[in-house]
């Protein structure tokens, strides 16, 4: 079994309210997370978590040693991979759109890293 990388957690945050369903939150936290791991090259992923005008963001970092494609991400069944469908990231989507939330993800080839910004409204 491959060792988790290790995580580096920047909290920024006060005490922002925001609406969510915290067990779709805690869905999708855990399938990035999973995803990461499965895809790490071992460096040390980032959680940095900040407000930004009235949303909550939050951003993990990955590291990675090639380009990374998203154009086809989080659609159903777009690739075998790790024999899984690719339902993981449909599926956390859907839950962040539910609770009125964005996700994006990029790769930012001057880190050499993906970006996935989870981004939620305030109350």
């Known amino acids: 079994m491959t060792a988790a990388p290790e995580v580096s957690w920047d909290d920024q945050l006060g005490e922002e309210d925001v609406d969510v369903d915290v067990e779709f939150m805690a869905s999708v936290f855990n399938e990035l997370l999973v995803n990461a791991k499965a895809f790490s090259r071992g460096a040390a992923l980032k959680i940095k978590a900040y407000r930004e005008d009235s949303r909550v963001v939050f951003e993990l ?22 024999d899984h469908y690719g339902l993981g990231l449909w599926s956390a989507k859907r839950m962040i759109n539910a609770c009125n939330a964005s996700l994006t993800q990029q790769y930012l080839p001057a880190e050499s890293c993906l970006l996935t910004k989870i981004t939620i409204p305030t109350v």
């Open 61 to 82: 970092s990955e590291p990675k040693n090639d380009p990374v494609d998203t154009s086809t991400w989080a659609q159903p069944f777009s690739a075998l991979c790790h």
